[in-house]
């Protein structure tokens, strides 16, 4: 059945039709065949009985009398029936009396086969019937009479009716094969159609390519569903393609905004960079100038003016270059290399120690903090976190700074710690907003944007700071580098 | 020290000319300092224009102190065709510029710069610079043999 179910719909309907068609011709065909052989052998059987009712009549007088002679004469009167091929006249005492033969080679075997059967009957064998009869006389059996006939005719009738019902069956199925070659495309074209759609649209992903056919019934139905089903899939499909080519289009046109913009704000820092400095070289100069040429003819208050320009002009330089390293820490492309967060702690508390000998401060720095990251970044963050320690534990007797890192919910979070002047919780989020400060210029010095850019760089390494602290007990601003911090872990599997 | 040769500043400020020119003194560096005052003038200085040689005989030439940014033709311009010609090849030339970017720091380098000075805004430090640059350019270093 496996392969008739893989067969195509056209050979399924033609197969379909050639069964049932021939099944059914093949019953009729059996039926009519057995009833005709039924009738056929009741036809000899009936003719052999009248037969042997004539031989048994003119038998009588010559068992009677003892005359085989005549009862031989009687029996050969059967040759004119060619389908017997054998007669017996038997007396009472199942002697054989007289004998007919048609064909005397055989002999009398034919007969003797057959007796021992009294009375009326017959014996339908496959290629002979033997029939018997009773011969009476007044009541009393005074004899038997045997015929034997060959069924060749009746065979011969069948082979023919046989051979014509067979012809007849072979017409009939291949007018049903032809009937059925033509009426199945009716069926199985549309089917076949819709199959080679299907096929295409799988295939070529073409959709705009649509199922022909009828458009009446169930197939009908079938393909004008499918045909719609493939207008919704082409309709989606050419939304989802202008869809997405709007959504490039908005992204290239964002990318080249977004690339002007950065042209243009790098024209700006280097305006900024090159122009700004510019006017403020030429202040600062011409007011020292001025205070070395003219320093006689300048009262006190005068001197304090230009010692007031100059320091302002030396101010505006830092902002400046503050200004131009916040932008170049936002434009700067972040290399990954292993870096020593502790090692540079190190190197940074060294440098401060250098330029500030005569301070005391306790530093105590976690070793182990290697961490993947841009090195030169990640060094002017450190240098701006210990630097603001440094200088905000100034005022301290007993300073303290710390570099550390814990481990907390599958995060590394670093810290820089210091029990400098602090600051109040309430003013943290204005920590790290650039040229924000939350001290005087007289008490601590700087131009805020030290944590501006901590921030930025943090950011730039997926990261986030922030920082706990009260007035006059110190800060922590703690950060975090890369999402869950597992380059640290890494590191510290690699180092140990 | 050689009080002949000549110091070229290539600059289009006059406030920067003028406090180039008093760190100088100040250090006192008494050589003869041209100034160009845009890129063309300077070219037109050292290397002349329409077959006419130089006004500044190349012999006496120590250093060119060349800022980036001026009109005309450009630092680096004028930085790249000194560098294309035999006769200033290996003339000592020394950027001095308020820019700190690194692409300008990238394309003097590339282009030859012997040096690349940022001019500070503290004229102190300035004069600081100035004084370094005389001490090394005029004294310290060995000037290139002049070119056939």
């Known amino acids: ?496 | 020290m050689d009080d002949k040769r000549i110091v070229l500043l290539v600059e289009d400020n006059p406030d920067d000319e003028a406090l180039t020119l008093r760190a100088l003194k100040k250090n006192n560096i008494l050589n003869e300092v041209v100034v160009a005052r845009d890129g063309a003038e300077a070219l037109d200085h050292l290397l002349g224009s329409n077959g006419k040689p130089g006004r500044i005989p190349l012999e006496h030439l120590a250093v060119v102190l060349l800022d980036l940014k001026l009109p005309k033709v450009n630092g680096l311009e004028v930085l790249r065709r000194l560098r294309a010609d035999p006769r200033t090849r290996r003339l000592p030339i020394v950027i001095l510029t308020s820019s700190k970017e690194e692409k300008d720091l990238v394309g003097a380098y590339d282009s030859g710069a012997n040096s690349y000075v940022q001019k500070p805004v503290e004229f102190s430090a300035f004069v600081e610079a100035a004084r370094h640059l005389g001490l090394y350019w005029l004294v310290t270093n060995a000037p290139p043999p002049m070119a056939g």
């Not at chain 1, 403020?280 to 320093?295: H, N, V, Y």
């Not at chain 1, 090692?343 to 961490?371: F, H, K, P, S």
Request: aromatic share 6%; glycine share 10%; net charge neutral.
């Open chain 1, 1 to 496: 059945m496996a392969s008739f179910s893989d067969a195509s719909v056209k050979v399924k309907l033609i197969l379909v039709s050639i069964l049932s068609k021939g099944v059914a011709l093949l019953v009729a065909g059996i039926v009519i065949t057995s009833l005709d052989l039924m009738s056929l052998r009741e036809k000899l059987v009936r003719r052999m009985s009248i037969q042997a009712d004539i031989v048994s009549a003119n038998g009588l007088s010559a068992l009677l009398f003892s005359d085989p002679k005549s009862a031989e004469t009687t029996l050969a009167a059967l040759k004119a029936d060619p389908r017997i091929r054998a007669a017996g006249l038997y007396a009472a005492d199942r002697r054989l009396f007289a004998t007919y033969v048609r064909d005397p080679s055989e002999g009398t075997r034919l007969l003797e086969d057959s007796l021992g059967d009294t009375g009326e009957g017959h014996r339908l064998g496959d290629h002979r019937l033997v029939l018997w009869r009773s011969v009476l006389f007044d009541g009393k059996t005074i004899g038997c009479v045997v015929i034997v006939s060959d069924l060749s005719e009746i065979t011969a009738t069948m082979t023919r009716d046989v051979v014509i019902f067979a012809s007849v069956l072979l017409g009939a199925l291949l007018i049903a094969v032809t009937i059925s070659w033509r009426l199945q495309r009716t069926i199985s074209q549309p089917i076949l159609d819709l199959a080679g759609v299907a096929r295409r649209v799988s295939q070529e992903k073409d959709y705009s390519v649509r199922a022909t056919g009828e458009s009446r019934g169930e197939i009908g139905s079938l393909v004008t569903a499918f045909n719609e089903m493939l207008e919704e899939i082409r309709q989606q499909e050419t939304e989802l393609r202008a869809a997405r080519d709007k959504l490039e289009q908005r992204v290239a046109e964002r990318t080249t905004q977004l690339q002007a913009a950065n042209r243009e704000l790098e024209a700006f820092s280097y305006s900024v960079s090159h122009d700004l400095r510019a006017p403020l070289r030429s202040i600062e100069g011409f007011s020292r100038a001025l205070a070395e040429d003219c320093a006689e003819g300048l009262s006190e208050s005068g001197k304090d003016s230009l010692k007031r320009i100059i320091g302002s002009t030396v101010r505006m330089g830092q902002l400046i270059d503050g200004l131009l390293n916040l932008s170049r820490v936002t434009r700067a492309e972040v290399r990954g290399r292993s870096v020593d967060l502790s090692a540079l702690a190190g190197e940074i508390v060294a440098e401060l120690r250098n330029g500030e000998e005569g301070r005391q401060v306790e530093c105590v720095i976690a070793r182990g903090a290697v961490v993947q990251g841009d090195p030169a970044l990640l060094r002017a963050a450190l240098q701006n976190l210990i630097g603001n320690a440094w200088k905000f534990t100034r005022k301290r007797a007993s300073a303290r700074i710390e570099f550390g890192y814990a481990e907390e919910s599958d995060e590394r979070t670093y810290f820089v710690r210091d029990n400098g002047a602090g600051f109040e919780m309430s003013y943290s989020d204005k920590l790290f907003g650039a040229f924000q400060r939350l001290h005087g210029q007289e008490e601590f010095p700087g131009i805020g944007i030290g944590l501006a850019t901590v921030q930025r760089i943090v950011t730039r390494h997926d990261g986030r700071v922030w920082a706990i602290g009260a007035p006059g007990e110190g800060a922590t601003v703690y950060f975090t580098l890369g999402k869950g911090g597992a380059n640290g872990r890494q590191e510290d599997r690699a180092a140990g």
